[in-house]
Each structure stands twice: as C-alpha cells, then as structure tokens.
C-alpha cells in the first residue's frame, strides 16, 4: 500500500487560504486515484475533492466548489489542495486517501489508504 503524509494545515482567517500538501511514497503514483476528506469534531469523515490519475477526471463536494481546487505532480509523488476563500465551516481535520485505479469516487470505503491528517483551522 501507499503511504500517505499531510502537510500544510494551520490557523487562517475567514476569506484566506491555505494549500495543502500529501506526498506519497511506496507506490505507482500514477496508478493512484487521490482524493481529500475531512472530519470536525462530533461529525463524520466526508468526501472534499478527488482526483483520478488521468489529471482531467475531478471530483468536489458541492460545499468546496468554487472555493477549493485538487492538482496532483505526479513527478514529485504529491497531489495538493488549494483552499481559497475559506470560512470557518471549514475547520476539520484534513485527510489524504489513496485508491488505486482511474476511477473517481466519492466516499470513505473507497480509499484503501489514508494519510495521518492535518489540522486546519478557521477564525471568524
């Protein structure tokens, strides 16, 4: 399996930005559908973006579209998420997930692997 690590969460004001990052490592890169979930407390994990190894196959949540954009460098083994606009709604632990494959799916049993997580943080 693929190994997952997160960076990049932190504390932001509501309306700024943060870019996180998931560098894998142990796989086919390439091979790997990512996507981006997250969890706040008292909630269950959901689905935030995903992206299939053909670049062009994205997928959102309706709550980040418009707001949040998934890019992967498969040269470099990391897939990031660029959150713009963000309100504090947002706050969650944000977890990196791997599958293997071309498809983009949407949901928790989909992704066999999982990156630790990395807080983000939203003040009003």
């Known amino acids: 399996q693929v190994q997952l690590v997160e960076s990049g969460g932190g504390l932001v004001q509501a309306g700024g930005s943060l870019r996180l990052s998931c560098a894998a490592s142990?796989?086919?890169?390439?091979?790997?559908?990512m996507g981006w979930f997250r969890q706040a407390p008292g909630k269950e994990r959901e689905f935030v973006a995903a992206?299939?190894?053909?670049?062009?196959?994205?997928g959102y949540a309706d709550s980040v579209k418009g707001r949040f954009t998934i890019s992967r460098e498969n040269a470099k083994n990391t897939v990031y998420l660029q959150m713009n606009s963000l309100k504090p709604e947002d706050t969650a632990v944000y977890y990196c997930?791997?599958?293997?494959?071309?498809?983009?799916?949407?949901?928790?049993?989909?992704?066999?692997?999982w990156g630790q997580g990395t807080q983000v943080t939203v003040s009003s």
């Open positions: 992206i299939g190894w053909i670049t062009g196959s994205r």
């Open positions: 997930a791997a599958r293997l494959g071309p498809r983009v799916l949407t949901t928790v049993a989909d992704f066999a692997s």
């Open positions: 142990g796989g086919t890169f390439s091979s790997y559908t």
